[in-house]
């Protein structure tokens, strides 16, 4: 308990405590009598999903505002694309390629940390948290001596964090939505690198949030041109009248992370 905040009534930690205590009997051994917050099978009912989300967002959401984070620059990409030292790793000549974008996604992260996060609260970084490009996210910003965020999420096969992830702030999440939630309340800028689906829903579910302004604008950086051109026909979408032809204006492409630098210490949003 805060000892900050007094308040009249009995902490709820030390009545789990004091139920560890009691006499061992049928009674007390019972499903029934344990404390509704302290019985995992209850909290794991399809009845108890509304409060489960609700914990969800609430822990990720106190533990980084008692961190002090005010804002984040997002960094999405692949899990499969490896450092250059590991291209051999790669599961195909393309991943092999695209290894420069691990370096770029690391040099991004670094110059980020360096320029703006002189007390550690303002535009950190934040990754998925696991390996490939969210890696080399993370590990940039420990180059620059700074902190970082990872928000994991379990999968059947999973994933164990990045070691570069700051510890107090390497979340784990059940629910991909409320894990997309946690990356965009504090979003300063979006940089997004070559990647495969879960990118692309992040990359779509974020367009969309600005482009019907439930989000305000922010830099929004594709790195590599030709990747994002040769699996996504933008024009087509813009020419079939199904985005407007302005929508193309929400993103900027660029390669290098001193190009993006650029963009985002120049970016104007665009006027209504």
Known sequence: MNDEIRRPFRDAQK???????????PQTRAPAYR???????????????????????????LLMKEYGIESTIVLFGSARIPEPARAGE???????DYTRYYDEA?????????????????HVIVTGGGPGIMEAGNRGAADAGGVS?????????????????????????????????????R???????????????????ALTLIQTE??????FLLFGRDFWESVINWDALADAGTIAREDLDLFTYVETAEEAMRVIETWQPRQA
């Open 149 to 185: 965020i990872g928000l994991n999420i379990v999968l059947p096969h999973e994933q164990a964090p990045n070691e570069y992830v700051t510890p107090d702030l390497c979340f784990n999440f059940h629910y991909f939505g409320i894990r997309k939630m946690h990356f965009l309340l």
């Open 35 to 61: 404390l509704a917050f302290a019985d995992p099978e209850f909290l794991w009912r399809d009845e108890l999903r509304p409060v489960r989300l609700q914990l969800e967002l609430m822990k990720p959401e």
């Open 106 to 122: 690391r040099e991004f992260a670094r110059l980020i940390t360096e320029k703006s996060q002189t007390n550690g609260k303002h």
């Open 15 to 25: 009545d789990v405590e004091t139920v560890r205590e009691v006499p061992d009997t």
């Open 187 to 205: 979003a300063a800028a979006i940089a997004i690198f070559p990647g495969g689906f879960g990118t692309l829903d992040e990359m779509f579910e």
């Open 214 to 219: 439930r989000m305000d604008p922010v830099p």
């Open 90 to 96: 790669a599961a195909t000549k393309t991943l092999a």
